[in-house]
Antibody, heavy 121, light 106 residues
Framework: EVQLVESGGGLVKPGGSLRLSCAAS????????MTWVRQAPGKGLEWVSF????????YYADSVKGRFTMSRDNAKNSVYLQMNSLRAEDTAVYYC??????????????WGQGTLVTVSS | DIQMTQSPSSLSASVGDRVTITCRAS??????VNWYQQKPGKAPNFLIF???SLQSGVPSRFSGSGSGADFTLTISSLQPEDIATYYC?????????FGQGTKLEI
């Protein structure tokens, strides 16, 4: 069974930092790209970041570029999101998702349950 | 950035109805569109990739169509368990933008 389990969320003050982790199991992690998607309370889905299979290609939404860093460790079947200089508008549930290769398309095919990040003083 | 615009934003329908949700991209994106279903308090669930290909295990009452800039998600006969918010998403280029969502109610 495919499982993605996020951790590391919590309450942080504006300007603070958090590191999210996502542990994968039940599939061959090293051949999947991965992504982070967030959802502010009562709002829609917002793509945050994407990392390729090897980790050599990483992309970010403009809203987090320069503040967030995505990485992966294929030996540990895990991806990470280092979040610095956090703002109130970063408050959201953060989901990690696998991104399989479907004939050149890369949908987000499996999702974790999400971890809540709250940025507030 | 490519904008994805869904319509309607909300929709009320009855069990057994045929339901159609549309998604328009701000530029042509071939068939690089995926659809997701999200039930309240849950993570999104992957339904359709490449505009019209049904993900394994998704009921056949769901279908997708379109290419270029205009796409549709259709539920042929609405079931109570289909109550959710539906999102389109483009995977043509980063940033991988989502539509704003369509909330489906019975």
């Amino acid at each position: 069974e495919v499982q993605l389990v996020e951790s590391g969320g919590g309450l942080v003050k504006p300007g603070g930092s958090l590191r999210l982790s996502c542990a994968a199991s039940g599939f061959t992690f090293s051949i999947y790209s991965m992504t982070w998607v967030r959802q502010a309370p009562g709002k829609g889905l917002e793509w945050v970041s994407f990392i390729s299979i090897s980790g050599s290609d990483i992309y970010y939404a403009d809203s987090v570029k320069g503040r967030f860093t995505m990485s992966r460790d294929n030996a540990k079947n895990s991806v990470y999101l280092q979040m610095n200089s956090l703002r109130a508008e970063d408050t959201a549930v953060y989901y990690c998702a696998s991104s399989g290769n479907y004939g050149g398309n890369n949908p987000f095919d499996n999702w974790g349950q999400g971890t809540l990040v709250t940025v507030s003083s | 950035d490519i904008q994805m615009t869904q319509s309607p934003s909300s929709l009320s329908a009855s069990v057994g109805d045929r339901v159609t949700i549309t998604c328009r991209a701000s530029q042509g994106i071939s068939t690089y569109v995926n659809w997701y279903q999200q039930k309240p308090g849950k993570a999104p669930n992957f339904l359709i990739f490449a505009a019209s290909s049904l993900q394994s295990g998704v009921p056949s009452r769901f279908s997708g169509s379109g290419s270029g800039a205009d796409f549709t998600l259709t539920i042929s006969s609405l079931q109570p368990e289909d109550i959710a918010t539906y999102y389109c998403q483009q995977s043509y280029t980063t940033p991988y933008t989502f539509g704003q969502g369509t909330k489906l109610e019975i």
